[in-house]
């Protein structure tokens, strides 16, 4: 068979069961759940079957398409890389599908809700496994349109149609990027196929300006569905959809798309410094940004959400030092971790009935698990050792110290971005553990907290795990290999003990806020609060441009072309108004004059006929 049978199925279980399950009525939650929860498991084993059966690489693959000399096929890569992503994105899923059973127990559309989670699933898996630029592109845009829905799943807040909507839109500007720069791909390699597109890149087919402008489009792309700077303001809004989504969204699928995307075609991206510069520009800008935003929040999702900005700038930034099996094993850390942290949030909300830090206080008694689980999340988000986070966010630092593909000026910049996110990061952390966990409770529902049914603690211990124990698998030669690295990921060097001390003076500065105090107290705090008002300024610069374009073009459509259309109408039918006013007068005397002509002639007949016999 020209395709890897497990590795279709890896996208194919969670694509069929979601799309059964839209079928599925509302009120049948427990075939819901059923289809998928069993989805998420059955991807899940698939996931880790083709992880221990080792590498296979890239199979023929099913021709689906052809145009011209280039074809579309459906084929399978299941490297080193696919098969640890996919395990991580199975185990995510699984988690959410579970907790979202107890966490949506009184929603009345849990069953579209479970179907599109599975989708989403599935879409991401498609990425992974994907061996065809073409199919990466279908599961790319899946994922748009189901996050787009899940986003916008509680139809009863007003601000989850607009936190939708803005998701969507602000990924599909990076995805016309991306298509083009897939289009200039398979053109000049004449092929869709991965593999063939990195041999023709190997093989000097693509070069030079061809290869820069593909990668710099791909790149923006990237920027939209990992959120970076400047397509980065939709995943902040985007926390208006569900808690269990959130994680699902930062932890698992949609952002960690872009970095693994990159990764996949790194072979690509280390021939064109060019873009490799911008994406380090990108990824500097980026971790900063997200973690200054992340201290002026007081909404706890929105916290983790500029965090994830930020994280994900780590990972940006280690793929434009040339370091991809760094940044992949970040996105393994950051998925455990990251799930941990939005589940364990999704607890506090749903025992206190807020995300506001202000309103909660003192639960580190009444929520003993979730306290303990979201410390080890926020430990390892953080980079406490020896706590996974800290072994890959250690092991992005070395690599900005060593020789890349990038200028030195520009690692340097790359470096000193990433050493400030620590002390940002530490101090966030910090800054959200004591406000929420710690001193007396602030209201009433605080001091009513309890812990939520083990449908939703059980999720928490699971991911708890590889939060606090995966960054010691970097240590492990094998480990490194699976991921690209011809040494061990994880090791200490003259950076771990300055990120330590910058570690420590953040967390100092995050404890002594007071953690009553409102997060836009001072300018400062308002300008973080607002994350330095880059959505006003895309408001004014962008949308409404765009959308004073927009009435215009309208107010000339309706004003010239319909108008001509209409008047050319409106002005045949006044000339047809004056002809039956016209008609309509002289009628009676033409009727009059036919008829006494036909009398005349009918006389003159028989006045002739008469003379005539």
Not at 549 to 566: C, M, P, S
């Amino acid at each position: 068979m020209s395709v890897d049978p497990l590795g279709a199925a890896l996208p194919a279980v969670p694509l069929g069961l979601g799309l059964a399950g839209l079928l599925v009525r509302y009120r049948m939650r427990g075939l819901s759940a059923l289809l998928g929860v069993g989805g998420a498991a059955i991807a899940l084993a698939c996931a880790v079957a083709v992880a221990l059966r080792g590498v296979r690489g890239a199979d023929a693959g099913l021709t689906v398409a052809e145009f011209g000399r280039v074809s579309v096929t459906f084929g399978t890569w299941l490297d080193g890389p696919a098969g640890l992503v996919a395990v991580a994105v199975g185990v995510v899923a699984l988690c959410v599908q579970v907790y979202s059973v107890a966490y949506l127990h009184d929603d009345e559309r849990y069953a579209p809700y479970a179907a599109q989670v599975s989708l989403f699933t599935g879409a991401m898996l498609l990425v992974v496994v994907s061996g065809d630029l073409i199919a990466l592109l279908v599961g790319w845009e899946v994922m748009g349109i189901c996050s787009y829905l899940l986003i916008g799943h509680d139809r009863r807040l007003p601000e989850a149609p607009r936190a939708a909507v803005k998701a969507f839109l602000v990924t599909r500007v990076g995805d016309v990027g991306f298509l083009l720069g897939i289009v200039l791909l398979g053109l000049h390699a004449h092929s869709f196929r991965i593999a063939d597109v990195i041999a023709a890149a190997a093989g000097g087919t693509l070069t030079g300006g061809v290869l820069t402008a593909a990668c710099v489009l791909l790149l923006a792309g990237v920027a939209g569905k990992s959120a970076q700077f400047p397509l980065h303001t939709w995943l902040p809004d985007a926390m208006a959809g569900p808690t269990p989504i959130s994680a699902l969204i930062h932890a698992a699928t949609m952002v960690a798309a872009g970095v693994y995307v990159v990764a996949r075609l790194y072979p690509l991206f280390e021939r064109s410094t060019a873009a490799l510069v911008v994406l380090a520009v990108m990824a500097s800008v980026t971790m900063l940004l997200g973690a200054l935003s992340a201290l002026g929040q007081d909404d706890i999702k929105r916290v983790l959400a500029w965090s994830t900005v930020s994280q994900l700038g780590y990972m940006t930034g280690a793929l434009a030092l040339g370091a991809p099996s760094a940044a992949l094993f970040h996105l393994l850390t950051h998925a455990a971790f990251k799930a941990l942290l939005f589940l364990a949030a999704g607890s506090v909300i749903h025992a206190v009935g807020t995300n506001l830090m202000s309103a909660m206080g003192g639960l580190r008694e009444r929520m003993p698990v979730t306290f303990w689980t979201m410390t080890i999340g926020l430990g390892a988000l953080a980079g406490v050792p020896p706590l996974a986070g800290f072994w890959s966010k250690d092991a992005i630092l070395e690599a900005a110290t060593g020789d890349g593909p990038v200028p030195r000026g520009v690692a340097f910049v790359v470096l000193g971005s990433a050493m400030v996110t620590v002390a940002l990061t530490a101090a966030y952390v910090v800054r959200l553990w004591r406000r929420t966990f710690f001193g007396a409770p602030r209201t009433d529902a605080a001091r009513a907290g309890h812990e939520p049914a083990w449908a939703m603690l059980g999720p928490l211990l699971v991911l708890a795990v590889p939060a606090a124990l995966l960054g010691l698998a970097g240590l492990a030669p094998g480990f490194g290999a699976r991921l690209g690295s011809a040494e061990r990921l994880a090791h200490l060097g003259w950076t771990t003990p300055v990120a330590l001390v910058l570690l420590l003076a953040g967390g100092w500065l995050g404890w002594r806020r007071d953690p009553a105090a409102g997060p836009a107290d001072t300018r400062l705090g308002r300008l973080l609060a607002n994350s330095f008002y880059l959505d006003a300024a895309q408001d004014a610069l962008v949308t409404r441009p765009v959308l004073a374009l927009a009435r215009l073009a309208r107010r000339t459509d309706e004003a010239l072309v319909d108008g001509a259309v209409e008047g050319v109408g409106a002005g045949a039918g006044g000339l047809g108004g004056l002809l039956a006013r016209s008609h309509a007068g002289a009628l009676p005397r033409a009727a009059t004059a036919v008829l006494g002509g036909a009398v005349v002639l009918a006389a003159v007949v028989a006045v002739v006929l008469g003379v005539g016999r």
